[in-house]
């Protein structure tokens, strides 16, 4: 990887403009054609340095929801209570963490208001309050690599 | 270069059922972008669709924020970034968009949101994902973004899993 | 693991359904003479040697109106597979998950997940949602919708010969 492809990795990370020619900018920008600058993406996309380029969906605004929830469960009802939760098919990602809020799960549903309705049955299941955490805001997602 | 900032968005409700040309646009780009000079010519041609409507309808779903960004993504798990930690903040609720704003923008942070307070147990409102090679570069970022808050940070923890508990179906193993 | 005649008989017996009645392995064993007891120890040493995945119910899932079903592929760097195809199969609206080899270059993807949905905007959703919450972004993949269903059963494996070498699918 020379300073060009450097460049290359660290600008499409960001995000490229939504035109006819959207490599235009950026084949300005490191001085080359707009060909050698595809043929330096597709030798990064075959080594596995980055690896899809395109549209980033919200899985949000395509109208499912995502509702992060925790719990506080005593350690002797642990491995009772993981069962209740994890029966519901629509919890995702079930991860024990250190605090005293220790289990923590994604609801996954089709429709927003479903959301509730699992967290009200895992609630009366379990005995135990389920604090709900859902996304007010998002500012940003993505990690950058910057090279 | 600058950023392309994705404009903040709300937890609001999306509409349901998704418009037929926009369901085609997603379902055709799922696999990527053509890299080309001219990609959303080469994906209208293969939507029998317009150009101009395309890419009309891309930046309309930018706008509502079904699409983040057109980028690459670097596999950070691959290149060797296994360690993350679960940041939570307790920032001025004045404060907490700006603020957000700036650590969400930070390389190693994936995820940052608003989340509401569950006083008196729970008193951050702001969740940064961080992500290092190892828990010591994790902790080190973490204080980095004590640093950027100063004054406006009233407390924050770091929270790590220990433990995947969901349910495990098939396991693949290579045959 | 060495398979029996008894092994053999007991496969042929039951790869079509069990019996519907209300003590099926009972039945089975009869069938086969061996107790009920004796018939489910088999069975329970076969399923875990791998031989037999699961007992479960093969669902028309199109009579069900899950009309939808997608077909997603993968391309999954080969120190990432068993990761990625844990996190997968894992997922409860995922009914299938496994690997095959790339055909390149004209086909990279070397990992294929079922997703079943009631209509092509659901399965979107979930498949977007799986992207998020397993942080699965950075791995390229398409997705195929099915337009028609010619025939949907489980496999059959006919005419177990004696003396065949039995492939160990291992699902554990």
């Given at each position: 990887?020379?300073?060009?492809?450097?460049?290359?990795?660290?600008?499409l990370q960001d995000g490229l403009p939504?035109?006819?020619?959207?490599?235009?900018?950026?084949?300005?920008?490191?001085?080359?054609?707009?060909?050698?600058?595809?043929?330096?993406?597709?030798?990064?996309?075959?080594?596995?340095?980055?690896?899809?380029?395109?549209?980033?969906?919200?899985?949000?605004?395509?109208?499912?929801?995502?509702?992060?929830?925790?719990?506080?469960?005593?350690?002797?009802?642990?491995?009772?209570?993981?069962?209740?939760?994890?029966?519901?098919?629509?919890?995702?990602?079930?991860?024990?963490?250190?605090?005293?809020?220790?289990?923590?799960?994604?609801?996954?549903?089709?429709?927003?208001?479903?959301?509730?309705?699992?967290?009200?049955?895992?609630?009366?299941?379990?005995?135990?309050?389920?604090?709900?955490?859902?996304?007010?805001?998002?500012?940003?997602?993505?990690?950058?690599?910057?090279? | 270069?600058?950023r392309n900032?994705d404009?903040?968005?709300?937890?609001?409700?999306?509409?349901?059922?998704?418009?037929?040309?926009?369901?085609?646009?997603?379902?055709?780009?799922?696999?990527?972008?053509?890299?080309?000079?001219?990609?959303?010519?080469?994906?209208?041609?293969?939507?029998?669709?317009?150009?101009?409507?395309?890419?009309?309808?891309?930046?309309?779903?930018?706008?509502?924020?079904?699409?983040?960004r057109i980028a690459?993504?670097?596999?950070?798990?691959?290149?060797?970034?296994?360690?993350?930690?679960?940041?939570?903040?307790?920032?001025?609720?004045?404060?907490?968009?700006?603020?957000?704003?700036?650590?969400?923008?930070?390389?190693?942070?994936?995820?940052?949101?608003?989340?509401?307070?569950?006083?008196?147990?729970?008193?951050?409102?702001?969740?940064?994902?961080?992500?290092?090679?190892?828990?010591?570069?994790?902790?080190?970022?973490?204080?980095?973004?004590?640093?950027?808050?100063?004054?406006?940070?009233?407390?924050?923890?770091?929270?790590?899993?220990?433990?995947?508990?969901?349910?495990?179906?098939?396991?693949?193993?290579?045959? | 693991?060495?398979?029996?005649?008894?092994?053999?008989?007991?496969?042929?017996?039951?790869?079509?359904?069990?019996?519907?009645?209300?003590?099926?392995?009972?039945?089975?064993?009869?069938?086969?003479?061996?107790?009920?007891?004796?018939?489910?120890?088999?069975?329970?040493?076969?399923?875990?040697?791998?031989?037999?995945?699961?007992?479960?119910?093969?669902?028309?899932?199109?009579?069900?109106?899950?009309?939808?079903?997608?077909?997603?592929?993968?391309?999954?760097?080969?120190?990432?597979?068993?990761?990625?195809?844990?996190?997968?199969?894992?997922?409860?609206?995922?009914?299938?998950?496994?690997?095959?080899?790339?055909?390149?270059?004209?086909?990279?993807?070397?990992?294929?997940?079922?997703?079943?949905?009631?209509?092509?905007?659901?399965?979107?959703?979930?498949?977007?949602?799986?992207?998020?919450?397993?942080?699965?972004?950075?791995?390229?993949?398409?997705?195929?919708?099915?337009?028609?269903?010619?025939?949907?059963?489980?496999?059959?494996?006919?005419?177990?010969?004696?003396?065949?070498?039995?492939?160990?699918?291992?699902?554990?």
């Amino acid at each position: 990887m020379d300073d060009i492809d450097r460049r290359l990795v660290n600008s499409l990370q960001d995000g490229l403009p939504v035109t006819r020619r959207p490599f235009d900018g950026l084949a300005d920008a490191v001085g080359l054609g707009v060909p050698e600058v595809l043929d330096r993406i597709q030798c990064l996309l075959d080594a596995g340095v980055l690896s899809r380029f395109g549209p980033m969906f919200n899985a949000e605004q395509l109208g499912g929801a995502l509702s992060l929830c925790a719990m506080e469960i005593p350690e002797a009802r642990f491995e009772q209570v993981a069962g209740q939760v994890n029966a519901h098919p629509e919890v995702a990602h079930n991860y024990a963490r250190e605090h005293r809020l220790n289990m923590w799960f994604v609801v996954a549903t089709e429709e927003a208001t479903q959301a509730a309705d699992v967290i009200a049955a895992i609630e009366q299941e379990t005995g135990c309050k389920v604090y709900d955490m859902p996304k007010q805001e998002e500012f940003y997602i993505g990690l950058k690599l910057t090279v | 270069m600058t950023r392309n900032q994705d404009a903040c968005r709300k937890g609001s409700p999306a509409p349901s059922g998704l418009d037929p040309v926009d369901r085609q646009i997603i379902l055709a780009t799922q696999a990527g972008l053509p890299l080309t000079e001219q990609p959303y010519d080469v994906l209208a041609a293969e939507l029998g669709l317009d150009v101009d409507k395309v890419i009309a309808r891309i930046r309309a779903m930018q706008e509502r924020g079904v699409i983040r960004r057109i980028a690459a993504v670097p596999n950070h798990y691959a290149l060797g970034y296994r360690a993350n930690g679960m940041s939570v903040w307790n920032v001025p609720d004045e404060q907490v968009r700006a603020i957000g704003r700036q650590v969400g923008a930070l390389d190693y942070v994936s995820h940052c949101y608003l989340r509401p307070r569950h006083l008196p147990l729970w008193p951050y409102n702001l969740f940064a994902m961080v992500h290092g090679k190892t828990r010591a570069e994790v902790m080190a970022e973490v204080e980095e973004i004590a640093a950027l808050l100063g004054g406006h940070c009233r407390g924050y923890e770091v929270l790590y899993s220990t433990r995947i508990l969901k349910k495990t179906g098939l396991r693949i193993k290579v045959d | 693991m060495v398979l029996t005649d008894t092994d053999r008989e007991l496969i042929a017996a039951i790869q079509q359904g069990l019996p519907m009645v209300s003590r099926p392995y009972a039945a089975v064993g009869t069938q086969l003479g061996l107790s009920e007891a004796e018939l489910i120890v088999r069975l329970t040493e076969l399923q875990n040697a791998g031989l037999i995945k699961r007992m479960g119910v093969v669902v028309r899932h199109r009579a069900l109106g899950y009309r939808a079903n997608a077909m997603v592929v993968w391309d999954v760097p080969d120190n990432e597979l068993e990761r990625v195809g844990r996190l997968l199969a894992a997922e409860t609206c995922v009914t299938l998950c496994y690997q095959r080899p790339r055909r390149l270059p004209g086909w990279p993807y070397n990992l294929f997940c079922m997703i079943h949905g009631r209509e092509r905007d659901i399965v979107l959703r979930r498949l977007a949602q799986i992207i998020e919450i397993n942080d699965l972004q950075a791995i390229a993949h398409s997705v195929l919708f099915s337009s028609r269903s010619f025939k949907q059963r489980g496999a059959h494996y006919a005419a177990i010969t004696p003396g065949l070498p039995v492939r160990r699918l291992s699902y554990g």
